[in-house]
């Protein structure tokens, strides 16, 4: 069975402090996975990756995959309070690239 | 507009009763899932479709049937509603053949089951 696991479930932080997410999982046929970032509605689409060692970034938001040791992780730099959200890890595997998995999403509360 | 829509946004029913969400996309997209998100638990597969013959279980199936009227259209029913089927439901869309793995999320859908 694919699995997901994200950490830490939950974190309280201060603007301006960095902080990094941690995605690890077990899935067949690994294919991709996707980081996503969820406020009060649908989750939206951050990054996805599928070679290890290569640095995806976008602003103050980066994310790198290892896959000899089956994580990922995601770094928020200067966060500001519109970070705070449900970011969410997915894995793609298996005979298809859309099914997902997803981890149980860690709630990032960034305080002013 | 968007291009994933979900109808009922919010819905409050009864145990027992029987329920519909319904999902319509604009994205020509052949593929279509449904999903419900509980606090703690993620999003969890409930049925996926990857074209308009094709129905698939997803790892949560049990109490949830669906129908796949058209490439557009992908609904999600509950015969008989419990309580703990009161979750955030989430349609979603990819396109077909090899792709980025990215999901195409609705609005959601709050459920409420008393």
């Known amino acids: 069975e694919d699995k997901v696991v994200q950490s830490p479930l939950s974190l309280v932080v201060h603007e301006g402090d960095t902080v990094t997410l941690n995605c690890s999982y077990e899935v067949t046929n690994f294919r991709s996975l996707l980081w996503y970032k969820q406020e009060k509605k649908a989750p939206t689409f951050l990054f996805m990756l599928?070679?290890?060692?290569i640095e995806k970034k976008s602003g103050r938001l980066s994310s790198i995959l290892d896959k000899k040791e089956l994580f990922s992780i995601l770094n928020i730099t200067a966060t500001q309070t519109g970070d705070s959200a449900i970011y969410l890890c997915?894995?793609?595997?298996?005979?298809?690239?859309?099914?997902?998995?997803f981890g149980q999403g860690t709630i990032l509360t960034v305080h002013p | 507009d968007a291009d994933v829509t979900q109808t009922p946004r919010n819905r409050i029913t009864k145990t027992g009763k029987r329920i519909m969400l319904e999902c319509s996309q604009t994205?020509?997209?052949?593929?279509m899932y449904w999903y419900r998100q509980d606090p703690g638990l993620g999003l969890r597969l409930i049925y996926y479709?990857?074209?308009?013959?094709?129905?698939n279980k997803g790892e949560i199936s049990d109490g949830y049937s669906v129908s796949r009227q058209a490439q557009a259209k992908f609904s999600l029913s509950l015969e008989s509603a419990i309580p703990n089927q009161t979750a955030l439901y989430f349609c979603?869309?990819?396109?077909?053949?090899?792709?980025?793995?990215?999901?195409?999320f609705g609005e959601g859908s709050r459920l409420t089951v008393l």
């Open positions: 479709s990857f074209d308009v013959k094709d129905i």
């Open positions: 599928t070679s290890s060692g």
């Open positions: 994205k020509g997209h052949d593929r």
């Open positions: 997915a894995v793609a595997g298996g005979t298809s690239y859309g099914k997902l998995t």
């Open positions: 979603a869309t990819s396109p077909r053949g090899v792709h980025t793995g990215e999901l195409f």
